[in-house]
């Protein structure tokens, strides 16, 4: 049971425009969110978090948004880089320091 | 700077072998953790310890045991290699202190069982 959902396995954005990828979840318990950024033939590495008390939070070029109605997160990157290509994980936990992770979305940006 | 190492960056193995992955963190971190990711199903969390000589299992632990003698150091022990444990295998450590430490992970272990 995918209890943390990325629908999107691929998403390609010009460079410049705003990049979105979404992640679902189920687990209603899930109260600390985050998302890794992964490199080919190197480990993911954190890239911004969010907590539940919270719905946006802003780290330069990066937004995660919350909507804890919809059990629903989002990452905007803008404006897009050809170095943000990479796989993106969001991940989930429920308060401990064990993480569920998606399945992933493959980022391509078009010069 | 913040380092988790994998002894391996590629392995190859046949059925039936024992299989050793190493993995070592220099940050003094309490949390240790290790992974599979596989096309289509994200990162699966395998094992993971708290301490030393503590251990917990995740969400697959099946035909796998860990161990952690010293804090720096966590190996992921394949008792007795099948195909189906072909995978990338990625460490990661966090400090103590809940959810809102980050994890950091290694390179990665490319692992195929012939």
């Known amino acids: 049971d995918q209890q943390v959902k990325q629908n999107s396995p691929s998403l390609s954005v010009q460079e410049g425009r705003i990049s979105i990828l979404n992640c679902d979840y189920t687990?209603?318990?899930?109260?600390?969110f985050l998302w890794y950024k992964k490199y080919p033939a190197e480990g993911p590495t954190f890239l911004i978090s969010?907590?539940?008390?919270?719905d946006k939070n802003e780290d330069g070029r990066f937004t995660v948004f919350l909507n804890k109605s919809a059990k629903h997160l989002s990452l905007h990157i803008v404006p897009s880089q050809p170095g943000d290509s990479a796989v993106y994980f969001c991940?989930?936990?429920?308060?401990?320091?064990?993480?569920?992770f998606g399945t992933g979305t493959r980022l391509t940006i078009i010069p | 700077d913040v380092k988790v190492t994998q002894s391996s960056r590629y392995l190859v193995k046949r059925t039936g072998e024992k299989v050793f992955l190493e993995c070592v963190q220099d940050m003094d971190h309490e949390n240790m953790f290790w992974y599979r990711q596989d096309p289509g199903l994200g990162l699966r969390l395998i094992y993971f310890?708290?301490?030393?000589?503590?251990?917990e299992k995740g969400d697959i632990p099946e035909g796998y045991s860990v161990s952690r003698e010293k804090k720096e150091r966590f190996s992921l022990i394949l008792e007795s290699a099948s195909t189906n444990q072909t995978s990338m295998y990625l460490c990661a450590s966090s400090e103590k202190g809940g959810y809102n430490q980050p994890q950091h992970f290694g390179d990665g272990t490319r692992l195929s069982i012939l």
């Open positions: 991940a989930a936990s429920t308060g401990n320091e064990k993480l569920t």
């Open positions: 687990n209603s318990m899930f109260d600390y």
């Open positions: 310890s708290y301490d030393v000589k503590m251990k």
């Open positions: 969010i907590s539940s008390i919270k």
